[in-house]
């Protein structure tokens, strides 16, 4: 089978979407399909490059920050990669195309198929379904539901990464979605989780921005300042600077570092050395950075919201706190210091859920689907 991946991000540029999207074509090579993606460049330089087999097309369109996507520059991918996309299907002749974000890469989809008929399946995440992250996409969604709706009807099947993004698809569109959680690999090996030191790690990966809420993980830490805890924060954003003097305020510059963003093998090296996986995140889909804690027997505590059910069994492997509630938070946390039984039984509860979201398994479900619409 010959899939055409669109994704309007694709690593190195986006985060857990695009890693969602990596995996999986990656995964569609080793099962013997061709697979391209189509997708965007940064800047005004196009780029053609092979990855693990992927056929990677990066389309100039003028994004300026590998991190992050503006409305108008998702617009840009959809225009650039129009004619691309068409010369795709007329020379190489996908049996399906595999679209990643229902908005706005399922706008492209949508459209080369009404002009060549080519099957396609969309993968939602969170931010591409109405009531996902409704102070970001809310007035965007007003003005673009009729055509949303004609993008999910005409699609030959609909995914999402999680029972919340499945749900709000559902609600939103009238429609038949099925749940195929976002995947790990699981077959390099990972050993049980050591029983915890006296030094609680903790760690926060993602984008500092107010989305994942990072400065109320660090006033909430505040509280905890005589405790036995260091944290290690992964990630950049547009709240660095604002994090930092924060840090500095309340006094915990030898107890918080600051990473930036760096490479997958130093993010698998701080996980195994973690403890408890922080995210107090505002809206989540499904996380990528949450399963990845899973593979390494991480506890997760992390804010009683939808798209971290799938990850956290509240009083088994983590803890889910009601948002926003610093004193709640706090109190989770400081009893994982203390009780090394109880952090020591959520470690390896995570470790063991982590086969839920075994990428071989994963995979196969997306292989299903994309055959039964391409016809096969």
Known sequence: MKILVLCYEYPPLGGGGGRVAQSIAEQMVRRGHEVRVQTAALGWRSVRESIAGVEIFRTASGRRAPDTCRVHEMAAYCATSFFPTLRHIRAWKPDVIHAHFAMPTGLLAWSVHRLTGVPYVLTAHLGDVPGGVPEQTGTLFKFIGPIARQVWHRAAAATAVSSFVQELAERAYGR?????????????GRPAPPEPRRLRHFVFIGRLSPQKNPAFLIDMLARLIRRSWRLTLIGDGPLMAHLRQRIAHHGLGNQVTCTGWVGADEVHRLLADADILCMPSLSEGLPVAAIEALKYGLAIVASDIPGMRDVVDDGVNGYQIPLGDLDAFAHKLDWLVE??????????????????????????????????AAGN
Do not use: C, P, Q
Not at 181 to 187: E, R, V, W
Not at 342 to 348: D, E, P, R, V
Not at 351 to 365: M, N, P, Q, S, Y
């Open 176 to 188: 038949k979605v099925e749940r195929i959680l976002n995947g790990i690999d699981l077959t390099d």
């Open 339 to 372: 009780s090394d039984a109880t952090l020591f039984a959520m470690k390896h509860a995570s470790w063991e859920k982590a086969r839920v979201f075994d990428l071989t398994h994963i995979a196969g479900e997306y292989e299903r689907i994309l055959l039964r």
